[in-house]
């Protein structure tokens, strides 16, 4: 009679102890990396390999640092999208990276749920001290949170349901967050959604008829629209601060992509004197590219009202909110932003990237627009005057708008090995959100590369076949 071999014994520090076998991340990867298109494609979004495929984008890329990365063939890329705006400074960061390690090394009892670790109130502390007007800190996970975190807090703090939003907002993809989603293209299919309310940015006109409802608790507006690279118009912002606090509602700041230096000041509604909002949403680069986390700032008296009492302590909170690891990856953030004055190099290497692009605009007939602050920098594309260039802008119209922008794209990459980004749906809009750590250099081989594309597109060269590929493909998906 033989007997059953006893199950792996796992030892205090997780180890297989009998098996001998360890868990070798670097062997899987030379195993099975080869296999991530296809790996995503039966299991994760199959849609993702199949739009990555038909663009061209559908790279292996090895290894990062900085604002570069680098393919499978040794190739330098220039990364001008930052992973949405996640990696504000760079990939692998020496000092993000040294403070995760030592995080990780210090062996902390983190995540008790019974006590108060040093290190939120630190990062809190040093969040504060660049946001003198706000008072508190909730941490969580994504931007998304930190705006379903602000809207749950604005309507605790005001007795009110409706928040009012911008056409063309972005705020996040969870069910709060959708409701103030000003893109139809988001929303459709997931109603029913909050009862709130768009309105135009920069229209006080309509801000003020909805307040004169008095059912409003909040707007929450982003200084700098991602989607097109919109700016509130000057004065905006401080106009309806006071409209909102004379009808006892909130002003609050999706600081998601345009905080922590962004566009040239720590905050994009610094930009204007006397803007101080009652809750600011802030989120992607205080990850430092490595721990997600979200930051949702605001004043003394909003933080009490929602935590008023002890039976209320966790009435709002999250499971893995201000864990070890990414409140030292946001202290480290903001001690290399502060050491290394990574705010004014946004805004002038910024201001570089933007005078150069705007000096362009009188050369091409198909540039429109170059707007944006610091290195947030939308490039918006128009109908052309000469007739050549009108008839094909016209049949991309036809087919699908904000194909002539894809255009742009798609040789930026396979030509000159520049990732961007169209700003949009049906918007033909590139944005530009790089590492702010992009130096001198990236911005010249940007420029010369964009010039390159330009050329090509107004001579009639080899992109134009691409576009009727694209065309081709947007009618067949109809």
């Not at 502390?125 to 508190?136: A, F, G, T, Y």
């Not at 910024?350 to 429109?368: D, F, N």
């Amino acid at each position: 009679m033989t007997t059953a071999e006893p199950a792996p014994r796992q030892t205090a520090r997780g180890q297989e102890a009998d098996t001998g076998k360890e868990f070798d991340l670097a062997g899987l990867l030379a195993e099975r990396g080869g296999e991530r298109y296809d790996l995503h494609g039966r299991y994760v979004n199959h849609q993702l390999p199949r739009m990555l495929h038909t663009i061209g984008f559908d790279k292996v890329y090895e290894r990062a640092e900085g604002a570069h990365f680098w393919d499978a063939d040794g190739n330098d890329h220039l990364d001008m999208l930052a992973g949405f705006g996640v990696m504000g400074l760079g990939r692998h960061h020496p000092v993000v990276r040294k403070a995760l390690h030592d995080v990780l090394d210090a062996g902390l009892a983190d995540l008790t749920r019974f006590d108060c670790p040093p290190l939120p109130g630190l990062l809190a502390e040093k969040l504060l001290s660049h946001s003198p007007h706000l008072d508190r800190v909730f941490f969580g996970n994504s931007g998304t949170e930190a705006v379903e975190t602000a809207l749950k807090f604005a309507r605790y703090a005001t007795g009110r349901r409706r928040v009012l939003y911008c056409h063309h907002a972005f705020h996040g993809l969870t069910t709060g967050s959708l409701s103030v989603n000003g893109e139809d293209g988001f929303r459709e299919g997931f109603a029913p959604l909050l009862p709130d309310t768009a309105i135009p940015l920069g229209d006080l006109d309509a801000l003020a008829r909805e307040l004169k409802k008095g059912d409003v608790a909040a707007l929450i507006v982003e200084p700098i629209q991602g989607k097109g690279v919109h700016e509130a118009p000057p004065g905006y912002l401080r106009a309806a601060q006071e409209l909102l606090h004379r009808h006892k509602a909130l002003l609050i700041a999706d600081e998601v992509q345009t905080g922590l230096g962004r566009t040239g000041d720590f905050y994009a509604y610094q930009h204007e004197d006397g803007v101080e909002p009652d809750l600011v949403c802030v989120a992607k680069s205080l990850s430092g590219g490595y721990v997600p986390v979200s930051a949702t700032l605001g004043k003394d008296w909003i933080f009490k009202k929602v935590y008023s009492s002890m039976d209320r302590v966790l009435v709002h909170s999250a499971s893995f909110g201000a864990n070890a690891q990414a409140m030292a990856a946001g202290l480290a953030v903001l001690h290399a932003m502060e050491n290394e004055q990574i705010v004014a190099h946004a805004r002038a290497i910024g201001e570089r990237l933007k005078s150069g692009l705007q000096a362009l605009t009188e050369r091409y007939e198909l540039l429109s627009e170059v707007r944006g602050r610091g290195l947030m920098i939308g490039i918006e594309f128009g109908r052309p005057k000469s007739l050549k260039l009108r008839s094909r802008w016209a049949m991309l119209q036809a087919a699908r708008k904000g194909l002539f922008a894809q255009m742009v794209v798609v040789p930026l990459l396979q030509r000159h090995r520049i990732l961007t980004q169209v700003s949009g749906d049906h918007l033909e809009v590139i944005k530009l959100i790089p590492p702010l750590v992009v130096d001198e250099a990236d911005v010249d081989r940007f420029l010369e590369a964009f010039t390159a594309v330009m050329d090509d597109a107004h001579e009639g060269g080899l992109m134009w076949d691409f576009g009727k590929t694209l065309v081709k493909q947007a009618v067949a998906a109809r």
